[in-house]
């Protein structure tokens, strides 16, 4: 009776290590951002350190064919369009596997981007080497780092509302880089993103 109630623990504890490790990875609020170069769309490799004059960055984890992506699409377009002028530009990744995930080749994305006509640019995230350092678990996952330092200032969702826009109460990002260009402190800083997993082989 003593054995098995051992082993049972120690699968526990097993099981429980397991989930921590898996999960415990990734930038958190407060963390360093290194930087990174990806493939852009039009076939040019993009870094942050191309952006000599941002304040900082809205990076965002998205997809093509995500219900969840797509309903924040035009979302983006108008983070990008109202904030890219202020200093913080959106930087859109693609974060699966191609083969994994059908849709989201880089051929399909050069066709979205030009399907929705994006401002900004759209990464492939090719071996998927990127999205684990940040910790990105869905479609759309969104950063906010600020310059100089590259500290990260939020993780999580667009807004109140994943799938309508209209139904929309609080706006998590626009709060958080307003705060930022004030030179405040952002009052919420991590939210619960939600949307389709991350496709891996």
Do not use: W
Request: aromatic share 10%; net charge positive.
């Amino acid at each position: 009776m003593k054995f098995t109630k051992s082993i049972l623990l120690l699968l526990v504890i097993i099981v429980a290590s397991a989930f921590t490790i898996k999960t415990a990875g990734g930038y958190k609020v407060g963390d360093t951002v290194a930087d990174f170069k990806l493939k852009n769309i039009d076939n040019k490799m993009v870094s942050l350190s191309d952006y000599k004059e941002a304040k900082g960055f809205v990076i965002i984890f998205t997809c093509n064919h995500c219900p969840y992506s797509m309903a924040n699409e035009d979302r983006i377009i108008a983070l990008d369009k109202k904030y890219k002028k202020l200093g913080y530009p959106v930087i859109a990744i693609n974060p699966n596997d191609p083969k994994a995930s059908k849709g989201d080749s880089f051929e399909d994305m050069k066709v979205k981007a030009k399907e929705k006509g994006f401002t900004f640019p759209y990464l492939y995230d090719e071996g998927q080497t990127v999205y684990p350092k940040f910790g990105a678990t869905k479609t759309p996952h969104v950063f906010i780092v600020s310059k100089p330092t590259m500290k990260v200032e939020y993780i999580g969702a667009i807004d109140n509302s994943s799938r309508d826009a209209d139904a929309v109460t609080e706006k998590y990002v626009e709060n958080v880089i307003d705060a930022l260009l004030a030179g405040k402190k952002p009052t919420k800083t991590t939210t619960r993103a939600i949307g389709c997993s991350i496709k891996t082989l």
